[in-house]
C-alpha cells in the first residue's frame, strides 16, 4: 500500500493559520492526485482540496478562498495551508493519493480551532 505520512496538525485560535503536510512515496507522485479531507465528530468525511499531477486545484466552497493546497514535486509532499480558521475547521484531517483505481490514506491528523 502507499503509505502517507501527515504533520502540522495542532491546536489554533479563530482566524489563525496552520499548515498541514503530507509525504507520498516517489514511486507514485509523478501520476497520483493529492487530496485533503476531513471528518468532524459525528459527519462523514469530506473534501477539503485535492490537486492533480499537472496542478490543477479543486476546494470544497466552505474553504476556497481561505485554504490552499499545493505540492512540491522535488519533495514528493502535499500541503493545504490554512488561513482564517473558523470553529468549524476542527476536524481531523486525512491526506489521500489516488493512481488509477487505487485510493490510501494517512492516518489523520487533529485540527482544532479554539479559543
Known amino acids: 500500500q502507499v503509505q502517507l505520512v501527515e504533520s502540522g496538525g495542532g491546536l489554533v485560535q479563530p482566524g489563525g493559520s496552520l499548515r498541514l503536510s503530507c509525504a507520498a512515496p516517489?514511486?507514485?507522485?509523478?501520476?497520483?492526485?493529492m487530496g485533503w479531507y476531513r471528518q468532524a465528530p459525528g459527519k462523514s468525511r469530506e473534501l477539503v482540496a485535492t490537486i492533480t499531477s499537472g496542478g490543477s486545484t479543486n476546494y470544497a466552497a466552505s474553504v476556497k478562498g481561505r485554504f490552499t493546497i499545493s505540492r512540491d514535486n522535488a519533495k514528493n509532499t502535499v500541503y493545504l495551508q490554512m488561513n482564517s480558521l473558523e470553529p468549524e475547521d476542527t476536524a481531523v484531517y486525512y491526506c489521500n493519493a489516488r493512481v488509477l483505481l487505487s485510493s490510501s490514506w494517512g492516518q489523520g491528523t487533529q485540527v482544532t480551532v479554539s479559543s
Open positions: 516517489g514511486s507514485i507522485w509523478g501520476i497520483a492526485t
